[in-house]
């Protein structure tokens, strides 16, 4: 179960999940975190049952995602929070509309989103990949549902031929479902995963390259700076500038003495004479 359970910071969600959520409502769960995000309308309430062996409490977040009011049913634990569905309220039941009427009394009728233009782009983008991965998928859904209901009544029936009582019958189905489904997602990840794998390498290396290509210019920079300065403070220019301004035979100390004198004497003339009283 390990290998099913997607992380992307502090959001998980089971993978497989993910692509029946895609296939039953059309949301892909990369959209839940623009559910909770600060700019979005929502309201959060515990869930009317919870399950213990959650890990956490379970909630449900009623909120509004490109105009359109969506139930999101997700898991608080205090290192995550775990998504389990997410969907559009096309046939609200009883508790829906009630929830409604008081996410519209907080909000009012229509809401304003006030997210980034980043995020905005982002989720339209899961939103059109949602939708393709849906109309993709259609037969094969129809194709997988009714594999695992047959493979559910099948281990139902075989669990109560053996005396097991109805609830630990379907749990034994449920078990059966789950390892079936495991086995299709390690099929997708033979040929997903090689893909995944070099479109990652051709990323670091990309980012390797530009690291290089900016410590080689930091570098030449550094150098640069050093090799003006190293100019600029060694003796020999210090003495080249001396001698430059001293008499052909004339050493650079006597030249530096000889312009000190001057500078003196040309002080001491330019000084006022004092006045006698």
Not at 92 to 109: I, S, T, V, W, Y
Not at 120 to 125: I, Q, S, V
Not at 129 to 136: E, V
Request: charged share 30%.
């Amino acid at each position: 179960m390990s290998g099913r359970i997607h992380s992307q910071g502090k959001y998980s969600w089971d993978r497989y999940k993910d692509q029946g959520n895609v296939d039953k409502h059309g949301y892909t769960f990369h959209q839940a975190q623009y559910a909770f995000a600060r700019g979005t309308p929502k309201i959060t309430v515990p869930a009317r049952t919870q399950d213990p062996g959650d890990g956490g409490w379970r909630c449900e977040t009623y909120c509004q995602l490109s105009g359109r009011i969506v139930k999101v049913v997700h898991v608080e634990t205090p290192k995550e929070r775990r998504i389990i569905s997410m969907r559009h309220l096309l046939r609200p039941n009883r508790r829906d509309r009630q929830m409604l009427e008081k996410f519209h009394a907080q909000h009012g009728a229509n809401p304003r989103e006030q997210r980034s233009p980043q995020q905005d782009k982002e989720l339209r983008a899961w939103q059109r990949l949602a939708d393709r991965q849906r109309q993709r998928n259609a037969p094969a859904t129809l194709k997988r549902l009714a594999q695992e209901n047959r493979l559910r009544e099948q281990v139902r029936k075989t669990e109560l031929a053996k005396g097991r009582s109805p609830d630990g019958a379907n749990r034994m189905a449920q078990n059966a479902v789950n390892a079936h489904q495991s086995q299709n997602l390690q099929k997708m990840d033979k040929h997903r995963i090689p893909q995944e794998k070099e479109r990652l390498q051709e990323r670091d290396r990309q980012k390797a390259a530009r690291k290089r290509e900016a410590l080689k210019e930091k570098q030449k920079l550094s150098a640069d700076q050093s090799k003006k300065l190293a100019k600029r403070q060694s003796p020999s220019a210090t003495q080249s500038r001396a001698g430059a301004q001293s008499s052909p035979g004339q050493s650079p100390k006597a030249a530096i003495a000889s312009k000190a004198v001057k500078t003196r004497k040309t002080v001491s003339l330019t000084k006022p004479p004092s006045r006698k009283i």
